[in-house]
């Protein structure tokens, strides 16, 4: 079955970097795109990052761009989200995304992501 396991989440300090992963399984990896989605306290979920399969193309939400990097590796099933110049607003549920694989979406967990000094 298809499983998604995020891990990198942390409290960073303003202006601080982090990074995070997501482990794909279940699925033929390269052949689909992935994204970067993310839910603040009592906001709805919003799409952060999206990669194509073979990382060709990336789409970044204007409230991130020049400051986040989506990448993927596709021999280690992994993509990837590199967060820089980290700002409180960007306080949030961070999850990974396989969109619509046969017929259904699929998210990882979940991980915090606290930007605070």
């Known amino acids: 079955q298809v499983q998604l396991v995020e891990s990198g989440g942390g409290l960073v300090q303003p202006g601080g970097s982090l990074r995070l992963s997501c482990v794909a399984s279940?699925?033929?990896?390269?052949?689909?795109?992935m994204s970067w989605h993310r839910q603040a306290p009592g906001k709805s979920r919003e799409v952060v990052a999206i990669?194509?399969?073979?990382?060709?193309?990336?789409m970044y939400a204007d409230s991130v761009k020049g400051r986040f990097t989506i990448s993927r590796d596709n021999a280690k099933n992994s993509v990837y989200l590199q967060m820089d110049s980290l700002k409180p607003e960007d306080t949030a549920v961070y999850y990974c995304?396989?969109?619509?694989?046969?017929?259904?979406?699929?998210w990882g967990q979940g991980t915090q992501v606290t930007v605070s000094s």
């Open positions: 990669i194509t399969y073979n990382g060709g193309g990336t």
């Open positions: 279940g699925f033929t990896f390269n052949d689909y795109g």
């Open positions: 995304k396989l969109g619509n694989y046969r017929g259904t979406n699929y």
